[in-house]
């Protein structure tokens, strides 16, 4: 009904076309959202919350709790079986990682090859604190060892810089 | 003079990190399974139901198995190499059809060309999984022990053929 009659109003066959396979897009998109619904809550809840820790290698910044893409479809729907059979969750991201990589998993392990990942950022931290204190607590004994009284000259200049400054700020 | 060296030493070094970072591609997951056994499958051929091919059937020689979909736009791109592929009769090519409807899966071999020994159907994606496939099409290198020797991401191209897969399995048929 409304379509025919933005059709009317419009009177333009391309424009109507459009509107008609936009709203055939539009549907398409809600049938692909539609998410089949949980027959045990606490099974799902469960599978929500190791999928929330899970990348989706498709979508690589999403979740497979949060991602609709295929793949994670598929691996929701495999973790969801292997869950039926009774599989604790450890073991289920161990065959996960088995198959593919760490990469899958937000946090990654400690492991020989992640100790940079780990301890790159506290070691440049506390390399450039320690380079810090160095640098302030030379820079302290360099100020106490320069701090020697001016000479008579030094001492005449300054003051006539200051009266002309003074002089200047009157006018 | 220490004075600027040392923080240029340790920024060059940060650059250094930071480019390899930049340059490396986040879409190619290095797989896990490379130096594995290949996972096992027993799966329906393609062309003809009653029949099925194993993992095992291919132990003693070297081959591919390129994972495709009529559903999958790349794997255009990528089929005419493996066609030109096939017909030099290096290595014996099979295709696992992922996800796919079965004639439509028939009919685009048959408007593209066939390069594959057979193709088998993983219909649900279940082998698809074992492999670790996450985006089609994806190559996998087999050797005579069955070993995974090298997996390709993305479509496989001239180059890569060239640099990479060919001479991987002159050396592993020697």
């Known amino acids: 009904m409304m379509k025919q009659l933005i059709c009317m109003k419009v009177g333009s066959l391309k424009r109507c076309l459009m509107v008609l396979i936009l709203s055939l897009v539009a549907f398409q998109g809600y049938a692909n959202e539609a998410v089949p619904v949980a027959e045990d809550p606490e099974l799902e809840n469960r599978l929500n919350n190791l999928a929330e820790n899970l990348r989706c290698l498709v979508c690589q910044n999403e979740t497979l709790a949060a991602s609709r893409a295929d793949f994670a479809n598929d691996m929701r729907r495999e973790i969801r079986e292997q869950m039926h059979m009774n599989k604790s969750d450890e073991e289920i991201v161990d065959f996960l990682v088995a198959r593919y990589g760490d990469f899958i998993l937000f946090n990654p392990p400690f492991k020989s090859i992640t100790w940079l990942l780990w301890f790159g950022p506290f070691t440049l931290l506390l390399g450039g604190g320690a380079a810090l204190i160095f640098y302030l607590r030379r820079r302290r004994i360099q100020i106490k060892e320069k701090d020697v009284p001016l000479t008579e000259n030094q001492r005449l200049q300054a003051e006539s810089l200051i009266k002309e400054m003074n002089k200047d700020q009157s006018i | ?174």
């Open chain 2, 1 to 174: 003079m220490m004075r600027f060296l040392l923080p240029l030493a340790v920024f060059i070094i940060l650059v250094v990190f930071l480019g390899i970072g930049l340059t490396l591609n986040p879409r190619q997951v290095p797989s896990p399974l490379i130096d594995k056994p290949a996972p096992v499958f027993h799966l329906q051929q393609l062309y003809d139901s009653s029949k099925t091919l194993s993992s095992k059937d291919n132990l003693g020689k070297v081959w591919m198995l390129n994972v495709w979909a009529s559903w999958c736009v790349a794997c255009r791109d990528e089929h005419p190499v493996l066609v030109e592929l096939s017909k030099l009769g290096i290595v014996p090519i099979y295709g696992l059809n992922y996800k796919d409807q079965r004639d439509t899966a028939m009919q685009w071999l048959r408007q593209y060309g066939n390069p594959y020994e057979t193709s088998i159907v993983d219909a649900d994606g279940k082998v698809g999984i074992n492999y670790g496939v996450y985006g089609v099409p994806e190559t996998y290198v087999i050797d005579k022990q069955g070993i995974i020797r090298y997996k390709h991401i993305g479509p496989v191209t001239v180059e890569s053929l060239k640099e990479k897969i060919l001479p991987l399995i002159k050396e592993l048929k020697s």
